[in-house]
């Protein structure tokens, strides 16, 4: 099956603009994830949808954050304006809703790694 | 507030020794702990998980021992291969399914 894609997969921008990442997830995971990884550190949570809802934004700086995920399929998170802090990787994950019992295992993309110059 | 942590930035071992990659948490309400593998340019990929019942979890070359009243957990890799050379991030579940993840330990696996 394929993979998370995201893209682009790398973007360079100046600080106060606005720049944007897309992610489709695996076919058929209802839940999509979107974190941030900054240098030296591991991966954040932004925010988590179930389909079309989110289910937990409480770490998206939401002043200058924002995603969407139309139709419970793809999603894109836009940052406007960017801040040199927000030089990172954004990563973009997919889940099936599973059961409990199970761990909701993850399924990374590549990445885009963002420098704010 | 870190909840999950790695403490060694990076381990060298030698190819057909074992690695022991360790984590610690402080929040005993986690469900399940999980270990992915990063190669540089990629994203994580799921390794292996233990729940917070178990205290172990082996699957092939690797083994998850999880102490709680430590709360401590370690991935153990026997042998090691210089393919392992990547780094280990811990992760651990909540019931919502939020990951949060420790800040990783690069394994460098040397012929």
């Known amino acids: 099956e394929a993979g998370v894609a995201q893209s682009p997969r790398y973007k360079i921008i100046e600080k106060r603009q606005s720049v944007a990442f897309w992610c489709n997830p695996i076919?058929?995971?209802?839940?999509l994830y979107w974190y941030q990884q900054i240098l030296g550190q591991g991966p954040k949570l932004l925010i988590q949808?179930?389909?079309?809802?989110?289910?937990?934004d409480s770490q998206l700086p939401k002043d200058r954050f924002s995603a969407e995920r139309l139709k419970g399929v793809d999603s894109t998170l836009k940052i406007q304006p960017a801040k040199l802090e927000d030089s990172a990787v954004y990563l973009c994950?997919?889940?099936?809703?599973?059961?409990?019992?199970?761990?909701?295992?993850?399924?990374f993309g590549p990445g885009t790694r963002l420098t704010v110059t | 507030d870190q909840q999950v942590k790695q403490n060694s930035p990076s381990l060298s071992v030698q190819e057909g020794r074992i690695s022991i990659l360790n984590c610690d948490y402080t929040?005993?309400?986690?469900?399940?702990f999980l270990w992915y593998k990063k190669y540089p340019a990629e994203g994580p990929t799921f390794l292996i998980s233990?729940?917070?019942?178990?205290d172990k979890n082996e699957d092939g070359r690797f083994t998850v021992f999880l102490n709680k009243s430590a709360k401590h957990l370690s991935l153990h890799i026997v042998p090691s291969q210089p393919g392992d050379s990547a780094v280990y991030f811990c992760?651990?579940?909540?019931?919502?399914?939020?990951?949060?993840f420790g800040q990783g330990t690069e394994l460098s696996v040397k012929p």
């Open positions: 994950a997919s889940s099936l809703a599973q059961d409990r019992g199970t761990p909701y295992e993850q399924y």
């Open positions: 076919s058929g995971h209802a839940t």
């Open positions: 949808f179930q389909n079309n809802g989110v289910v937990d």
């Open positions: 929040n005993s309400m986690f469900d399940y």
């Open positions: 233990i729940s917070s019942i178990k």
């Open positions: 992760a651990a579940e909540n019931q919502g399914g939020k990951l949060i």
